[in-house]
């Protein structure tokens, strides 16, 4: 199949302007965005899969409310940032290096959806003092997931052309559909947030998902596949605090996933929130800033 079609010009869907890049010590450009305080204690937002920066949009004014400076990098093959072959194990460097770069020696990190895992693989990172998860993908062994997310995960093992196809075509149906097609994925309903209208978070949704696969689908072809294998570390490993959101009425991630990651990791705390997935995270995303603000360790 040829390149993706042109996104429409009136289309609200963020340019480079949006975001800065940097390049790793193996010249690749990393992209991210920042929202919120620019003074505030760093939070490292990691993006659902599939994802990008741009979702980090609806927690910009709670950011701003809480004074956190939220980072939101694009993973490797996603939005502005070169592809390469980073896994589970690998992406805490580059979010070290990212933290680096901005000249940063002590963050929290919150992790949506796909993002879970990613933000929980930077629990070895001298810099990263709390996590938060808000819907977060489980490891296999304990990780239920709806039979969408099975089937995916499935073609990204088996048949990952395919599942590239499959992408394809369903970004060129959202450039041409109203933004509620996009949301359709992550909700049964639009949320509203303080801040944004239904109508403005679903054009960020959309904004989102055409962002994830404005380089092609491989980067999120191979963070499929990255999820439904065993992951390079144990839940038991995380000695930082995590807390753990989960809604309730989630269709993509079960809600049994959410307690029993808070039930295997050594220092969690698990609130269940009366929603869906991506109600998920304009619902509990308040509180899971405000459970990474900087505290003593112990």
Avoid: K
């Avoid at 992209?31 to 979702?55: E, N, Q, W």
């Avoid at 490797?76 to 020696?105: K, M």
């Avoid at 072809?221 to 809604?247: A, C, K, M, N, Y």
């Amino acid at each position: 199949m040829g390149s993706a079609p042109p996104i429409p010009a009136t289309d609200w869907l963020p340019d480079d302007s949006e975001t800065e890049s940097f390049s790793l010590p193996d010249g690749r450009r990393l992209a991210y965005a920042t929202y919120g305080d620019a003074d505030g204690y760093p939070v490292l937002f990691c993006h659902g899969t599939p994802g990008s920066h741009v979702i980090a949009r609806l927690l910009a004014e709670p950011a701003r409310q809480h004074g956190v400076h939220l980072i939101a990098p694009d993973r490797p093959g996603i939005g502005n940032s070169e592809d390469a072959s980073v896994t589970l194990e690998d992406w805490p460097d580059d979010a070290a290096y990212l933290l680096s770069h901005l000249d940063i020696d002590a963050a929290g990190a919150v992790g949506f959806s796909g993002g879970g895992p990613f933000a929980l693989a930077c629990h070895r990172l001298p810099e990263i003092e709390r996590i938060a998860l808000l819907g977060s993908s489980g490891p296999p062994s304990v990780g239920a997931t709806g039979r969408v997310q099975q089937f995916v995960g499935a073609l990204s093992r088996h048949a990952p052309w395919a599942l590239g196809r499959i992408f394809r075509l369903q970004r060129w149906v959202a450039v041409r559909r109203d933004p509620s097609y996009a949301v359709g994925f992550v909700a049964e309903e639009i949320p509203e947030t303080d801040a944004l209208a239904a109508d403005e978070v679903a054009r960020i949704v959309r904004a989102d998902m055409l962002t994830a696969m404005a380089r092609g689908p491989s980067g999120i072809i191979r963070e499929q596949r990255l999820l439904s294998q065993p992951w390079p570390f144990t839940l038991e490993d995380i000695s930082v605090p995590v807390s753990v959101f989960q809604g309730q009425s989630d269709a993509n991630v079960a809600p049994s996933t959410g307690t029993a990651i808070a039930q295997r990791l050594p220092d969690a705390s698990f609130e269940a929130v009366d929603s869906d997935h991506l109600g998920t995270l304009t619902a509990a995303g308040n509180d899971a800033l405000a459970a990474v603000q900087r505290r003593t360790r112990v």
